[in-house]
């Protein structure tokens, strides 16, 4: 079992930066997939990135890639996501969650926090 908080979400105007964060509590083990997921309302959940808990490999959808970069903590379990360059399509629900394995989709993780808001509007 693991919770997932996130926090750090806001509203930002295009071209700033914001970074994310997610607090988990509870177990996290090396084998872990930690990932950022996003939803706009009527649209399904996206994938934005995930790292591998233990090799802290990381993973990007080719929208963000270069201008996003997913890190983790391992000591106190904090998944971070710090993104640049945001665009008003970043705007989202942004979430993040736990998986036994690395996938793209949602059905891949099993826990997930509440997300946090980002706004991206001049």
């Known amino acids: 079992q693991v919770q997932l908080v996130e926090s750090g979400g806001g509203l930002v105007q295009p071209g700033d930066s914001l970074t994310l964060s997610c607090a988990a509590s509870?177990?996290?083990?090396?084998?872990?997939?930690m990932a950022w997921f996003r939803q706009v309302p009527g649209k399904e959940r996206e994938f934005v990135s995930a790292?591998?808990?233990?090799?802290?490999?990381?993973y990007y959808a080719e929208s963000v890639k270069g201008r996003f970069t997913i890190s983790r903590t391992k000591a106190d379990k904090m998944l971070y996501l710090q993104m640049s360059s945001l665009k008003s399509e970043d705007a989202a629900v942004y979430s993040c969650a736990r998986g036994n394995s690395l996938g793209y989709s949602p059905t891949s993780y099993s826990f997930w926090g509440q997300g946090t808001q980002v706004t991206v509007s001049s």
């Open positions: 790292i591998r808990w233990g090799t802290g490999a990381s």
């Open positions: 509870g177990s996290v083990f090396s084998s872990h997939v």
